[in-house]
Structures are given as structure tokens and as C-alpha cells.
């Protein structure tokens, strides 16, 4: 009985087709076995665990009750230097919580835009620019059990994930128009 209302809500606001099931019987049968990896289950019962139980809590309070459910104990966290005071503050919390902390800024390396033969013309020329994969290799080299993300930019978000190893979770999205509050 809910689930037609909801629909008919968000057809009402949204401007894009809503998929909410598929006759893709392939996809749906390797969505299921893929569910049924042993991480892929831990990440999902944990979400569970902390999704029933989100509506009393913050996002960084959400974040420790996932890693804990997750059983890491090493939790990395890959950061955007303009974030330094909020992630000292996030290392606090997750070592009172009895994590062991690595952190690993962007601009490490002093990677420059000529380096990566990059081209975008509103970045000046000696610009050190943000080095998202060594990020993840490091934390890698860590062996980081989970990976949280402070305020990456776009795009070199998705280079971190899709180089780390450990699960990656995104704490704080970097907005500076809304003061990182999309």
C-alpha cells in the first residue's frame, strides 16, 4: 500500500524515469550472487544495521557504528588539505571509538599540473594539484580496513575509489558554496 504512494511523490518531483525493478533477469541474478560475496554481505548487513538506527544519529556518528560493524580496526581517511581542522577532529573521534588512524592529505607529492600533463585552464601552471591515487595506494599499503573521504574533489573521488583496496565510505563532500553542505 505504501509503495504507490511513494512513487506517485517522487514521479511528482523528479524529472528523470524512476526504475524501481528490472526485467533484467542477468542482472538481477548477478546483483544477487554478487550480494552473496562475504564482503559485499558484511558492507550490506552492516549498512542495515546502521540504517535502522540512523534516524537518531549524526553521519560521523553513522560512520563509527559502520566500522565497528565492520570489524575494522585500521580506518583510513584520505583528505582535502582545506579539511585539516575537521579531520584532526574525525581522527579524535575514531581513536576514542578504539580505531587505529591513517590519514593521507591530497597534495601530497606536490604533483603540478605539467606533471600530468593536465590542461585546465583556470589552474595556474605551478599549481600542486591533488594526488587522489597515491592517496589510495598509500592507505593500501596500509592495509586500511576502511577508508572514509574528507571533502575530495569531484572526480578525484572516484580515482580514490576506484584505486583503494578497503571499502570506501564519503563523510564530508566538499561544497564551498554551501559551506560543505550540498
Not at 53 to 75: H, P, W, Y
Not at 131 to 141: C, E, H, V
Request: aromatic share 4%.
Amino acid at each position: 500500500r505504501m509503495l504507490p504512494l511513494v512513487i506517485q511523490k517522487l514521479q511528482g518531483v523528479l524529472d528523470a524515469p524512476l526504475q524501481i525493478d528490472s526485467s533484467n533477469v542477468k542482472a538481477i541474478e548477478q546483483a544477487l550472487r554478487l550480494y552473496n560475496e562475504p564482503e559485499n554481505h558484511l558492507i550490506m548487513e552492516s549498512a542495515a544495521i546502521v540504517s535502522a538506527e540512523t534516524v537518531n544519529s549524526t553521519r560521523v556518528q553513522d560512520t563509527i557504528k559502520f566500522a565497528s560493524c565492520m570489524g575494522a580496526s585500521l580506518v583510513g581517511i584520505a583528505t582535502c588539505t582545506a579539511m585539516l581542522r575537521e579531520t584532526r577532529i574525525l581522527t579524535e573521534l575514531l581513536r576514542k571509538a578504539g580505531f587505529e588512524v591513517q590519514v593521507v592529505g591530497c597534495k601530497l607529492e606536490s604533483n603540478m599540473k605539467a606533471d600530468l600533463n593536465i590542461g585546465a585552464p583556470s589552474l595556474a601552471e605551478d599549481c600542486v594539484i591533488c594526488n587522489p591515487i597515491m592517496q589510495a595506494l598509500l592507505l593500501n599499503d596500509a592495509k586500511t580496513d576502511l577508508n572514509i573521504l574528507m571533502g575530495i574533489c569531484v572526480g578525484h573521488d572516484a580515482l580514490f575509489c576506484k584505486y583503494s583496496n578497503a571499502p570506501a565510505v564519503t563523510l564530508v563532500a566538499k561544497d564551498f558554496m554551501t559551506v560543505h553542505n550540498p
